[in-house]
């Protein structure tokens, strides 16, 4: 199960410009869900978002604490974006998903992989071609990170999706296909040192001049 990253934002009134919200050091964002009638817009106060920013993934369960002029409401979210600004790549904006228990969700899962691979130290090199795994699952069952050993990986060997199925959560279903290489190890390339080429002469022994032919210019004039 994924660790859980609780968070007090503020309600907030979507007729107003996000702007003024800025101006006042808090960062617009709204959550979304299935199990929702309507969206709740909200805001978060900078330090706090520097603070989420540093600890959550996509894979964090969130906890809101929302707190309004007369109300107070818990969600609980996952990061669904982040919009930065083009220019400080500061963010203006979220968007959080509130899943309904029951119901899956797609996510990307991260992949963490564990060992040193025995065909590196064959001469091998690691080739890792997915960092992350789609897959469609239960809330409940998300996790931070799917740990995968390759410490047996030998010159040649693949990881596939098929490989890592018995190791997923229970409910997710991998969308990619089974053959689909998560990390790999190739043989090493070969190097073939071009060798320089050089001509040594004896002394006093001169090389013949290659013969020039000319064309002969013409000296009779064409008959008319």
Known sequence: MTHTFSLEVLERDPKLKAN???????????VYGPSMKENKHI???TNDLERLIEKATATTLIELNIKGENSSEKMTVFI??????????????LDFYCPQEGRKMNINIPITYIGEPVGVEQGGTLNIYLHEIPVEILPSDIIDTLEIDISNLEIGDNIIVEDIK???PESAEILLED????AGIIEPREI???EEIVVEFEEGEVTAEPEVIMEKEATE???E
Not at 20 to 30: F, T
Not at 80 to 93: G, N
Not at 179 to 182: A, F, H, T
Request: positive net charge.
């Open 20 to 30: 003024k919200y800025r101006r006042e050091k808090l960062i617009p964002a709204v």
């Open 43 to 45: 805001n978060i106060r």
């Open 80 to 93: 669904k974006t982040i919009q930065r600004h083009k220019v400080t790549d500061k963010p203006i904006h």
């Open 166 to 168: 018995k190791i997923m």
């Open 179 to 182: 053959d689909e290489v998560l």
């Open 192 to 194: 073939v040192e071009e």
């Open 221 to 223: 004039d064409k008959e």
